[in-house]
Nanobody, 118 residues
Framework: QVQLVESGGGLVQAGGSLRLACAAS????????MGWYRQAPGKQRELVAC???????NYADSVKGRFTISRDNAEDTVYLHLNSLKPEDTAVYYC????????????WGQGTQVTVSS
């Protein structure tokens, strides 16, 4: 399997910024896609952003222009820069890694809470 350790969540006011980080270790497969999902109370988990080992990215429409995903391939670490945060961004954010080119949501971290106050 793979161990994913997330960090960087917290409480921030609307309009503020955060940076999430997720470090992968112990993987039995070569990591290709890395990404972030989120789950708000009472809602389904949704894909926020995904980046392949080649640098291709995709974002949920709700975060385009506000969030940026990046990665350090040498360190197997993925980052999510959250800017212009809104109360509706409040959720638990989960790191996801895959041996394929898309974030399929099969391998998860423990999650980190992001709370945006209005």
């Amino acid at each position: 399997q793979v161990q994913l350790v997330e960090s960087g969540g917290g409480l921030v006011q609307a309009g503020g910024s955060l940076r999430l980080a997720c470090a992968a270790s112990g993987s039995i497969f070569s990591i290709n896609a890395m990404g972030w999902y989120r789950q708000a109370p009472g809602k389904q988990r949704e894909l926020v952003a995904c980046i392949t080992s080649g640098g291709s990215t995709n974002y949920a429409d709700s975060v385009k222009g506000r969030f940026t995903i990046s990665r350090d391939n040498a360190e197997d670490t993925v980052y999510l820069h959250l800017n212009s945060l809104k109360p509706e961004d409040t959720a638990v954010y989960y790191c996801n890694v895959e041996p394929v080119r898309s974030c399929r949501g099969r391998y998860w971290g423990q999650g980190t809470q992001v709370t945006v106050s209005s």
